[in-house]
């Protein structure tokens, strides 16, 4: 029996229990990672979401069951248990922490995922209580993202996020650490000399490895002024994960990035240059997917892919309309941008994609276009458009606001150009919308339309070699 201040959801007991979740009877696909017990502590002083949007707990155990799957655990039970004393030596209580242990080696589990942040030394107490690994949230987003990165870069900033939270969690647990003798004396026990030198080799490597992301900074800052200077805007996709974000991005640009429907499908940013109907060109930025709780660890060390929207001339926060949850990822997506100075709600910058409408009711989704329809009559501005990237509904519309955000503020300008002067005509065509040519007396006559920034650059390249 539980502790009385530890109490099951009365329904996750019964109903979420299951054999085997997400196991494959087929036996296809990938092998199994191993098994794992998914628990959900809800405590009446941690709010199940901030930012004024409440998460069930239902849903959130639903998130945390394919944050294991995501790396191919296979869940034979899953459980809301809510703790009103949460005990600073194991966060359950006695009885509460002795039914997981039974349930540990009932299922045969090899590990329990604890979805709330566990300190060092509870972590430490439920492993010997259980004799089995535990994690929590943020182990287990690392262990996903860790699995994930395939470039240099993700795999580095992978990397640090995950010494970076290693280095708070260098006690003395029942792994490795216990199968060490040393010491100093009479006052060293199991494991002091390994753990200095564990705390010594991680700090050596977390500075290598901010030397060489440092390193990717500054190129990407090299990248960033080179499309600069050409005039070409940057579009950035954010989104919470799995909302759909690599699936647009290949219908927008052709790309075989992977979409699958997983948590963390898909970590390294990938750029494409886009073409728009009126000439003007885009790069278009697939970013990392965002989570609740996301661990500081990783905004950290991805800081440097997450500037890429910080300097993005369009930032596009795709959303999956369709989940019940959809009000609370925004919250969540919301924070991380304004973490890195982002005001989603004010910056003139962030356009919403409502994705994913194919999988809503018809009477629903002919609601959110009557709604987004008022907004713009309303407001005269274009913040938000429904799509469906998997079926190409609302591209057009998209593409539409896209070429009209990206052509805001051109002049349009006459402009003569010697015929023979080829660079000058194909950077016109490049960086502008040409409206209209004329070609007569060896003389290109042309209306087109420019950025004043791009009118700048155009003067200062070509005036001089009669090109005006």
């Keep these: 029996m539980p502790d009385s201040d530890d109490r099951p959801s009365p329904r996750s007991a019964a109903s979420v229990s299951r054999s085997a979740i997400g196991h494959d009877p087929d036996g296809a696909g990938p092998p199994s990672a191993g098994r794992a017990l998914v628990i959900l502590p809800v405590l009446p002083a941690h709010p199940d979401h901030g930012n004024g ?19 191919r655990l296979e869940v034979p039970h899953a459980e809301v248990i809510r703790v009103a004393r949460p ?56 262990e996903i993202f860790g699995d994930r990165a395939r470039t240099r870069e993700g795999q580095l900033q992978v990397e640090l996020a995950a010494l970076t939270y290693q280095r708070s969690r ?4 029942w792994t490795h650490l216990e199968r060490q ?17 564990d705390r010594r080799l991680i700090a050596e490597r977390i500075t290598r490895l901010k030397s060489d992301l440092e390193e990717v900074r500054r190129t990407r800052k090299l990248h960033r002024s080179a499309r600069q200077r050409g005039g070409t805007p940057l579009v950035a996709l954010v989104g919470y994960t799995n909302a759909g974000k690599s699936t647009l991005f290949n219908r927008l640009s052709g790309a075989g990035v992977t979409a699958e429907d997983m948590l963390f499908a898909t970590l390294d940013p990938t750029v494409r240059r886009i073409a728009l109907s009126s000439g003007k060109t885009m790069a278009l930025s697939d970013t ?9 660890q990783l905004v950290a060390a991805f800081r440097a892919t997450l ?34 100075g982002i005001d989603a709600a004010n910056d003139p910058r962030v356009v919403e994609v409502l994705n994913k ?13 009557m709604r987004l329809a008022n907004q713009r009559m309303m407001e005269g501005e274009e913040r938000a458009v429904a799509v469906s990237a998997l079926t190409g509904e609302g591209l057009d519309d998209l593409l539409d606001l896209l070429d009209r955000r990206v052509s805001a503020g051109r002049q349009v300008l006459e402009l003569s150009v010697n015929l023979a ?5 194909a950077w016109l065509y490049e960086h502008g919308q040409v409206l209209d040519r004329r070609d007569e007396n060896g003389q290109a006559h042309v209306h087109v339309a420019l950025t004043p920034s791009d009118a700048a650059r155009f003067e200062s390249r070509f005036v001089g070699q009669e090109s005006r």
């Design 87 to 142: 005990d600073p030596a194991t966060l359950f209580g006695r009885g509460t922490a002795e039914r997981i242990g039974g349930m540990v080696e009932a299922f045969h589990a090899d590990l329990v995922v604890i979805d709330h942040p566990l300190s060092p030394v509870q972590q430490r107490n439920l492993e010997r209580r259980f004799m089995a690994k535990v994690i929590d949230r943020t182990g287990l987003i690392l």
């Design 307 to 340: 500037e890429e929207v910080q300097a993005a001339d369009l930032i596009l926060h795709v959303r999956d309309v369709s989940h019940p949850d959809t009000a609370a990822q925004k919250a969540d997506v919301d924070s991380v941008l304004a973490d890195l």
């Design 421 to 425: 002067d080829g660079r000058a005509l």
């Design 170 to 173: 260098l006690v003395r647990s």
């Design 357 to 369: 409408t194919d999988q809503m009711p018809a009477t629903a989704r002919g609601a959110l276009h």
């Design 288 to 296: 990392v997917g965002f989570v609740s709780e996301l661990p500081t």
């Design 181 to 197: 003798r040393g010491g100093f004396g009479f006052l060293g026990g199991p494991g002091e000399s390994q753990l200095e030198l």
């Design 53 to 71: 949007a409440v998460r069930q707990p239902d849903a959130r155990l639903s998130e945390a069951i394919a944050l294991a799957q995501a790396i």
